[in-house]
């Protein structure tokens, strides 16, 4: 049995680090492995005690060099370029669509012509060099025909930012006053708004929604969270939230924005490359024709950080078989340029220096001896001064970063999440040092280092230095990062048989302090690419805030549950769902619910009674207790339940969402789960509050 989870264990660490689909990698890590057999893995590469040896061993050691250096010097810039003649003829076949009645077809069309039309005047043998202002124009006219004048007026201008001929030049001012007057005219037009707004419904268009407050206000100490929750940090359970005060049934508790963010290269046509929104009429780079966005902004934003370096590779990247968290890894670098990620190596660094000062100073002697004798509560206190520290971001030398702080604040908050690096084995090391490898070589062919080592050389300590966080990033995104999504709403209903889309990875410093549950007390949603977290139960102050990695044990028994979160996060989940081995859905009825003792402060709990009962003295408080107030309230419950299931099937989701609500307060004052009504209805307050998120609702065909 243990070989069988070991085995599990290790299939689930390798698809964080590479995808099922076979690529080159792949075929990489399986060359080296046997190239340099298990007892250097384990007598050498394993005796290694840190990321830059690690990394610095790979590109010097003579039993493993030469076969990473040959492989990794084969990796060239690879990606889709524009293609003049593939814009002309889609822009030429949009026109038949446009003339034929078929308006979206032609959207389409003229679209792709946009994203692989080449910058003016770099291909002057087809359309005069203008590929690019003709397809915009084109793209245009057909916004125009159906009534959506903000997003042609986009076009135009980026078309107008061309010197035109003159007779394009008289069209492009033409429609540009045309679009104007028309987008005035619905500014002051209640009915043209109303309109608009159906139109919106029906779009292909994701919902932009607004970011909500945080409940409690904001805490000083967790950047997005809110002042109703603290980290805590246990022996058994690491840091985790916990309710600071009392916390109720819907309340906000996190809205965060992503450190870094990715989507997944299924998405690249479908949405911003960006912000993640989807794409109407979507623009390209200036130099790629591989991602899309949705507007100068995003574009101008991703051109100026990552992709910049990302542009040129990012084929060479899909095709290696990377996961998207490897890709994650790798953008973690590339936002922050590498100045930022030297100055985060350097941080690091002096805070590994800092707390073995520390230790030597408390008890002299080996750094080994020391850390032996260190007691429990010197170590919390040591944890806490790290997690005080690690607030926000830092900066190395605030003389010099006097005036300019925010461009150089390094932010450190993801290097304190938990990587299980004791934990590793020495091949799970040396797979994700090859990625870090890998990595590597595409930051060096596309600029990111100003003197690139050759490939006969050994890294710079420079490189050495980014290769080793690239591995810390593999390390820390394994366990820490979060699936973003949008809700797929079905043409017909709102919520039934609606159902999230994952769209991409992102890592969230503060939610990543939140544990995991197989009866979360919490739900998360996104909009944009910001992570929302509410309440979906009562919480008092103490009281864990937990949410879920994935198996939900009304959906999984305890043995699946267990395998999966020994598999992929490498630890035996102990919560009360699972300690007390709560049924599935199908098992579960109202009638296993348990009653609170009424007395205050009492903790007994106490099953259902039966009709007629009497009342009785409970143990825990010695007194004469009636639990026939609390089964009234929990019929209450189940009525108010019924109550917010019909307001979604109206599509009443603040209607559903108040019952709903009322219930789940007045259910965990008097009872314990489980109780199937009362997870239905935290199941459907979850995709009713998910509908204040990212959704999506195709057009009926």
Avoid at 157 to 168: I, K, M, R, S, T
Avoid at 218 to 232: D, H, K, T
Avoid at 578 to 600: H, K
Wanted: aromatic share 6%.
């Amino acid at each position: 049995m243990e070989s069988t989870e070991e085995f599990y264990r290790t299939l689930c660490s390798l698809e964080t680090l590479r995808s099922g689909k076979k690529g080159f990698f792949c075929d990489f890590s399986d060359c080296v492995m046997s190239v340099v057999g298990e007892q250097w893995i384990s007598k050498v590469f394993g005796r290694l005690s840190n990321d830059e040896d690690r990394i610095r061993t790979i590109f010097t050691d003579n039993k493993i060099k030469a076969t990473v250096v040959e492989t990794l010097s084969r990796a060239k810039p690879l990606y889709r370029d524009k293609d003049a003649n593939t814009s002309r003829a889609r822009r030429l076949e949009g026109f038949v669509a446009a003339t034929a009645g078929e308006r979206e077809k032609a959207l389409l069309l003229f679209s792709q012509a946009v994203l692989r039309a080449p910058a003016p005047g770099v291909c002057t043998t087809i359309d005069r060099g203008l590929s690019l202002p003709l397809a915009l124009l084109g793209r245009a006219e057909i916004f125009m025909a159906l009534n959506e004048h903000a997003l042609a007026l986009d076009d135009l201008a980026l078309a107008g930012e061309v010197d035109l001929p003159d007779q394009l030049k008289v069209e492009l001012d033409r429609k540009m006053e045309e679009c104007k007057r028309v987008v005035e005219a619905n500014q002051k037009s209640l009915v043209s708004r109303k309109e608009l707004l159906e139109r919106k419904k029906n779009s292909r268009v994701t919902e932009s929604k607004a970011l909500p407050q945080l409940s409690g206000g904001e805490n000083p100490e967790l950047p997005g969270a809110s002042a109703l929750l603290e980290i805590q940090e246990t022996a058994a359970a690491g840091k985790q939230a916990i309710a600071k005060k009392d916390i109720s049934v819907g309340d906000t508790l996190v809205v965060e924005a992503p450190l870094a963010a990715c989507l997944l290269p299924d998405y690249f046509g479908t949405h911003c490359h960006h912000c993640f929104t989807r794409l109407r009429g979507p623009i390209g780079c200036p130099n790629c024709s591989n991602v899309a966005f949705c507007s100068r902004t995003c574009r101008d934003a991703a051109i100026g950080s990552y992709h910049k370096y990302e542009c040129k590779i990012l084929a060479l990247m899909i095709g290696s078989g990377m996961s998207v968290l490897s890709t994650l890894a790798l953008r973690m670098a590339t936002q922050n340029g590498l100045g930022k990620c030297l100055k985060i190596c350097q941080a690091l660094s002096q805070r590994k220096v800092n707390k073995n000062e520390e230790i030597m100073e408390a008890f002299p002697g080996t750094e080994a001896e020391t850390e032996a004798k260190l007691s429990k509560s010197a170590k919390r206190r040591m944890r806490r001064k790290k997690l005080r520290e690690s607030k926000y971001g830092e900066t190395l030398d605030s003389e010099k970063l006097q005036g300019n702080l925010e461009e150089d604040r390094i932010d450190l908050r993801a290097y304190e999440l938990v990587t299980h690096e004791k934990q590793r084995t020495d091949i799970d090391f040396l797979e994700r040092s090859l990625m870090a490898a890998f990595l590597l070589k595409c930051l060096q062919i596309v600029g990111f280092f100003e003197n690139p080592s050759k490939d006969n050389e050994p890294p710079s300590e420079q490189e050495i230095a980014v290769g080793s966080l690239l591995l810390k990033h593999l390390q820390v995104l394994q366990f820490n990062a979060h699936e973003f999504f949008e809700t797929r709403l079905r043409t017909d209903h709102r919520f039934h048989g609606s159902k999230p889309v994952y769209l991409g990875v992102a890592v969230y410093p503060t939610v990543s302090r939140f544990n995991h549950d197989c009866y979360p007390a919490v739900t998360r949603y996104f909009v944009g690419p910001n992570i929302v977290i509410r309440a979906i139960r009562s919480l008092r102050p103490g009281d864990v805030i937990a949410e879920n990695y994935g198996p939900i044990f009304t959906k999984k028994t305890l043995q699946e549950r267990q395998r999966t979160l020994a598999g992929r996060y490498w630890f035996r989940c102990q919560c009360t769902a699972c300690c007390e081995d709560w049924p599935t859905f199908d098992t579960l009825t109202n009638d296993l619910v348990r009653l609170r003792c009424p007395t205050d402060g009492c903790s007994k709990v106490y099953r259902k009674p039966r009709e007629g009962s009497k009342p009785l003295m409970c143990s825990g408080c010695q007194r004469k207790i009636d639990l026939r107030g609390q089964v009234n309230i929990i019929r209450d419950c189940e009525e108010l339940y019924d109550r917010g299931f019909k307001a979604m099937d109206q599509e009443q989701p603040e209607k559903a969402l108040e019952a709903f609500f009322q219930a789940a307060g007045m259910f965990h004052r008097v009872a314990v789960a489980p109780h199937r009504d009362t997870h239905l209805a935290e199941i459907a307050a979850s995709a009713c509050m998910a509908d204040a998120g990212n959704t999506w609702r195709p057009s009926p065909l």
